[in-house]
């Protein structure tokens, strides 16, 4: 299988013949074998009876039907691990995506990147819910991940199928996908698209999602710079912490030995004591972290680095 095609839906009954003709449309003239993999995420219409009628008349199309909403990042989750292709392309079935540029982000696959990340350029959403915060949020991702993405938020997207094995989906992590692939040293470039306004349906997502992303964004964050060293990060500020405490109860005395100022009566002597305790706490976390990543590693067999190719190497796994 050349490709898959992973479209999340949720609610979309309407949307849902005049997306399964774009994609076929784009797809047929690239003599690819495809598979279009739409997973219905709890929708109460006639979502659902849309797909299967669709179905029943092409076998390409595949349904994962979940039975109640668990959310898009669950919904990609689904029809990744369902994936047979060699390329995976998610997009959105509110037909905002354009599958006409499906075969513009395969050339850029095909030129050896790992990842084609889509760039609505011309956002047709609305500006200060939509559109203001999401600009916001991209700088930061970009800031906090050092992957420089314009629209991180674009579901339209292409990547290598290895590179998508071992990454794990949870909360609202879906988005981060790029940031997560170029920790396993992944090539990811970025495409502008075209992005059309909703003509059936409403909008899924708004400004209340962003404080999700920014916890997730907080995860991401840990996993790509401390995931396997965790104690550079806790320990760090235990050694800060403790550093500080020695400053201030060594001002406690000197106030004490050279001022005369009591000792109970000094601020300097709780802080001091706060933290110490809270730089052996720091040092602690840091000691039980690297334990859960050396458990979690050698339990599943899971190397700390990645392999992008052998030459005149055996198949250690064959």
């Known amino acids: 299988m050349d490709l898959s095609v992973v479209i999340p839906i949720y609610y979309e009954e309407e949307n849902i013949r005049p997306l399964y003709d774009a994609v076929t449309t784009a797809l047929e003239p690239t003599g690819l074998s495809y598979e279009i993999i739409t997973v219905d995420d709890g ?40 994936a047979r292709g060699a390329v995976i392309i998610p997009m959105d079935g509110d037909l905002q995506n354009d599958p006409a540029d499906i075969p513009l982000l395969l ?68 988005r981060f996908v790029p940031a997560l692939a170029s920790r396993v040293g992944a090539k990811v470039i970025e495409l502008p698209v075209r992005h059309h306004p909703r003509l059936h349906g409403q909008s899924k997502y708004g400004i209340s999602r962003t404080m999700r992303v920014v ?26 912490a403790l550093l500080l405490s020695m400053l201030t109860g060594s001002t406690a005395l000197y106030m004490k030995l050279f001022n005369d100022y009591s000792m109970n009566r000094n601020p300097l002597l709780i802080l001091t004591a706060f933290l110490a305790f809270m730089g052996v706490q720091f040092i602690a976390l840091g000691l039980l972290g690297e334990l859960n990543a050396r458990t979690w590693y050698e339990s599943q067999g899971k190397p700390v680095y990645t392999v992008r190719e052998r030459v005149n190497e055996p198949d250690v796994h064959a």
């Not at 979502?47 to 959310?71: H, P, Q, V, W």
């Not at 609305?126 to 559109?131: G, I, P």
């Not at 970009?142 to 290895?162: F, I, N, P, Q």
């Open 43 to 82: 929708s109460g219409d006639g979502s659902f009876a849309a797909l299967k009628e669709l179905a029943l008349t092409d076998k390409r199309l595949r349904i994962i039907r979940f039975r109640r909403n668990f959310g898009q990042t669950a919904a990609m989750a689904a029809g990744f691990e369902a």
């Open 107 to 174: 050339a850029k696959i095909e030129e050896g990147v790992d990842v084609v990340s889509g760039w609505r350029k011309d956002r047709q959403d609305a500006f200060l819910s939509r559109t203001l915060p999401s600009r916001i949020a991209n700088g930061l991702i970009s800031r906090m991940t050092g992957v420089h993405l314009h629209d991180y938020g674009c579901t339209l997207k292409a990547y290598r199928r290895e590179v998508l094995e071992g990454i794990g989906l949870y909360g609202e992590m879906h």
């Open 215 to 240: 916890l997730d964004l907080i995860t991401v964050r840990f996993l790509l710079s401390y995931a396997t060293k965790p104690i550079q990060l806790f320990g760090k500020w235990g050694i800060y």
